[in-house]
Every structure is written in C-alpha cells, then in structure tokens.
T-cell receptor
Framework: QQQVKQSPQSLIVQKGGISIINCAYE??????FPWYQQFPGKGPALLIA?????SEKKEGRFTISFNKSAKQFSLHIMDSQPGDSATYFC????????????FGSGTQLTVLP | EADIYQTPRYLVIGTGKKITLECSQT?????MYWYQQDPGMELHLIHY???????EKGDLSSESTVSRIRTEHFPLTLESARPSHTSQYLC??????????????FGPGTRLTVL
C-alpha cells in the first residue's frame, strides 16, 4: 500500500520557470513532511520540510504548500535553474517506529537552459 | 553537510559471496536506517535501529542482516549474494534523543552489482 503518492513522475521546465511537484498522503498520523533532492550517484539530501501546523514554508526559491484537510502538500521551485535538475522525493513520518520515512515514488526534474 | 559515510561506494561480486556494507556516522545520532533503491526509483526501508543492540526489519523484505554494536556503526551483511540483490543501498541516520522531527541524513550509497 503506497501511503504517499507523488506526481508527476517526470517534469521538464524552462530556465526561470516554476516547477511544481505534488504529493498526497493517507495516514493522518503523519506529522512531518520533508522533501529530499537526489542527484545521480548521490544519496538524497534534505531540501526543506514542514509540519502540519503551518500551511506554507519558504526557504529561498523553494516553498512547501501544505493542505491538511486535503492531505496534500506540494513543492514549488521558483526561478528554476539547470542546477536544480535532479530527482525529488516527498516523504512523511510519524511518531514511533523510529520515525520511519515513507517516501513518494520520486519526480525527475529537468530544467532546460 | 551530514557526516555519514558508506564503504565501499561500488562493489561488483560473484554469486554466493558474503559481503558486508559499512555505514558510519559521527553525529551521535541514535537512529540508523538502511534503504534499498533502484536507480531513480523509490526508496524502500529494509532495516532500522533505535540504538545499540536494537534492530528491526523494515517494510521491504530483505535477506540481509544488520547489527548495531556501536552507536556510530550500522553494517549490513548479505551471507550469499545473488543477482536479485543488485541495487543501490543507502544508509541514513537521524535524531539526537528527543528530536521532534527525526530528520534523516543520508550517506552517498553503495552501488552493488552481483554477477
């Protein structure tokens, strides 16, 4: 059972455009929602994260929007750059079970120069 | 940047060999994790540990085993490697005790190929 659904599977945007990746979750016990960025041959790196008590969090060009009632959250990358080309994973965790992360299936982002 | 290390980075071995993938972290984190990931695909949790002498199996069934004798060290062992074990193995750690979020920090991964 996939508890975190991520879309789209791949995304191509022009330099300077906005990249938007969406995730939906099922388990209402989730209380922490990070986004990870992964370059080929590297481990995932934490990009930005949010807790459900806020509806939006912004760090530089990266913004998470969170809709608790709809059980959805999204990553917006403003002014997308070729260096942003990577695979992005949303994830969710809850208390207990060593705070295991449940990952989405990933979005391969390509930013064209 | 997280201080979590994995060795080897790449490993090509023959079927039936015993292998150990090493993972160490210097952040004093109590929790550690092993994930399996095919290239560009979803991460699947195969083992995790709350702390020393604590290990649990993850959601994805795996023939591998783990041990946690020291806080900083979480090796993964395959007693008899098979081609179906070919994948990337990622180690992660999180949480000083009492951390509310459990942010996980990942190592660079070990790319395993079993011939």
């Amino acid at each position: 059972q996939q508890q975190v659904k991520q879309s789209p599977q791949s995304l191509i945007v022009q330099k300077g455009g906005i990249s938007i990746i969406n995730c939906a979750y099922e388990n209402t016990a989730f209380d922490y929602f990070p986004w990870y960025q992964q370059f080929p041959g590297k481990g995932p790196a934490l990009l930005i994260a949010i807790r459900p008590d806020v509806s939006e969090k912004k760090e530089g060009r990266f913004t998470i929007s969170f809709n608790k009632s709809a059980k959805q959250f999204s990553l917006h990358i403003m002014d997308s750059q070729p260096g942003d080309s990577a695979t992005y994973f949303c994830a969710a965790s809850r208390r207990g079970s060593a705070r295991q992360l449940t990952f989405g299936s990933g979005t391969q982002l390509t930013v064209l120069p | 940047e997280a201080d979590i290390y994995q060795t080897p980075r790449y490993l090509v071995i023959g079927t039936g060999k015993k292998i150990t993938l090493e993972c160490s972290q210097t952040m004093g984190h109590d929790k550690m994790y092993w994930y399996q990931q095919d290239p560009g695909m979803e991460l699947h949790l195969i083992h995790y540990s709350y702390g020393v002498n604590s290990t649990e199996k993850g959601d994805l069934s795996s023939e591998s085993t783990v041990s946690r004798i020291r806080t900083e060290h979480f090796p993964l062992t395959l007693e008899s490697a098979r081609p179906s074990h070919t994948s990337q193995y990622l180690c992660a750690s999180s949480g000083l005790a009492g951390s509310r979020t459990g942010t996980q920090y990942f190592g660079p991964g070990t790319r395993l190929t079993v011939l």
